[in-house]
């Protein structure tokens, strides 16, 4: 679903959840009798629901959590440092301010067969940035937070070749909005 088909999504739920609010309140204006046996019925029932329908929706995305599994291992390790204001991204670790600099500013983006399962090791060498990946056609596929002092490993199946957008989702200063990086998949 592209970002602006998600937009319009929540536009419609917005709107109907803000006319249940209107009847509900304009219901309270008039005096009613209230059947407690029956209202009580009706929490019972709308609480089982609810835990079915959670319950499904756990079972159904929990094993498609992008953390890494023991056993499996990645085709690619690509390395990521976000600093302000950009995404140092690379096949070899960065572990310098003078690396990623090199990394950010000169080094040709990072090319990964189609198909592979990437690993992503990502951290931040100032303040907490969020790392996310976007494929060729603009759908946000996974993200992380980069946090100085930790390692987040992120796992991607890549199987659309193409320009990947890395962009910071963490508001993370001045030039937030600037901040991102790119790699290819082909
Ligand atoms: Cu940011």
Known sequence: MSPVAVFHLFLGLAVVVALVFLLVARSTRRVQEVDYRAAAQARKVFFFTLTGVLTA???ITLPRMPYPREGVIPDRVVHVVGKQFAFAISE?????????EEVSSFAPPVRIPVGSLVEFRVTSFDVNH??????????????TQAMPGYINRL????????RYTVLCLEFCGSA???????FFVE
């Open 155 to 162: 796992r991607l199946r890549v199987n659309e070749p193409g």
């Open 176 to 182: 937030h909005h600037r901040m991102r990086g790119v």
């Open 57 to 59: 929706f756990l079972g």
């Open 92 to 100: 070899t670790p960065i572990e310098t301010d003078a690396q990623w």
């Open 130 to 143: 969020g790392f996310s990946v976007y494929s060729p056609r603009g759908q946000l596929l996974a993200q």
